[in-house]
Antibody, heavy 113, light 106 residues
Framework: QVQMRETGPGLVQTTQTLSVTCTVFGFSLTSYGVHWVRQAPGKGLEWMGI???????NYNSALKSRLSISRDTSKSQVFLTMNSLQTDDTAVYYCARLRTPYWGQGVMVTVSS | EIVLTQSPTTMAASPGEKVTLTCLAS?????IYWFQQKSSASPKLLIYYTSNLASGVPDRFSGSGSGTSYSLTIRSMEAEDAAIYYC?????????FGTGTKLELK
């Protein structure tokens, strides 16, 4: 049974670095790409990036300079790291396999000074 | 980057009414995905590869289109269809979501 579960800090200070983990169950990270999507309060969905089954990555152009996606296949975990946080990075962060119905429940991250 | 513009931004439909939502791409895409999101829940996949119904999705939903113009149709509006709908292109990176359409029950 496929599941995806995000865990994160909840609250992060401005200028600091965000780290969110996506733990997956029921499939191998070497076989499927995992996307990160975020949604600011009251706003639409924003595609952030993907780590492919071969470990390569693609990123949203606007976030590319601050964003890194990596993984540990032995732990079935995908990591989102984003630096230089500002208050407009406050959002729910989701991991997902976008070509399928599988999304995590999302984790709310608030960036505050 | 391919920009997806959805219209209308907001609309209201009565029970039983036919609803059509549009997604226009700034450049041609091979296919579109459609998602439904209610309140603060995770988005739910409705349509994949433009016109294929995801598992468990009622057959009153359908998708069509090609090139730069795509649509999602609800054959007969039901109360549970009130939600926000997003299109998504996975043709070329960076991938992009549409601006969203909020569908309300009249």
């Amino acid at each position: 049974q496929v599941q995806m579960r995000e865990t994160g800090p909840g609250l992060v200070q401005t200028t600091q670095t965000l780290s969110v983990t996506c733990t997956v169950f029921g499939f191998s990270l070497t076989s499927y790409g995992v996307h990160w999507v975020r949604q600011a309060p009251g706003k639409g969905l924003e595609w952030m990036g993907i780590i492919w089954g071969d470990g390569s990555t693609n990123y949203n152009s606007a976030l590319k300079s601050r964003l890194s996606i990596s993984r540990d296949t032995s732990k079935s975990q995908v990591f989102l790291t984003m630096n230089s946080l500002q208050t407009d990075d406050t959002a729910v962060y989701y991991c997902a396999r976008l070509r399928t119905p599988y999304w995590g429940q999302g984790v709310m991250v608030t960036v505050s000074s | 980057e391919i920009v997806l513009t959805q219209s209308p931004t907001t609309m209201a439909a009565s029970p039983g009414e036919k609803v059509t939502l549009t997604c226009l791409a700034s450049s041609s895409v091979n296919y579109i995905y459609w998602f439904q999101q209610k309140s603060s829940a995770s988005p739910k996949l409705l349509i994949y590869y433009t016109s294929n119904l995801a598992s468990g999705v009622p057959d009153r939903f359908s998708g069509s289109g090609s090139g730069t113009s795509y649509s999602l149709t609800i054959r007969s509006m039901e109360a549970e269809d009130a939600a926000i709908y997003y299109c998504l292109q996975l043709t070329s990176t960076p991938y992009t979501f549409g601006t969203g359409t909020k569908l309300e029950l009249k």
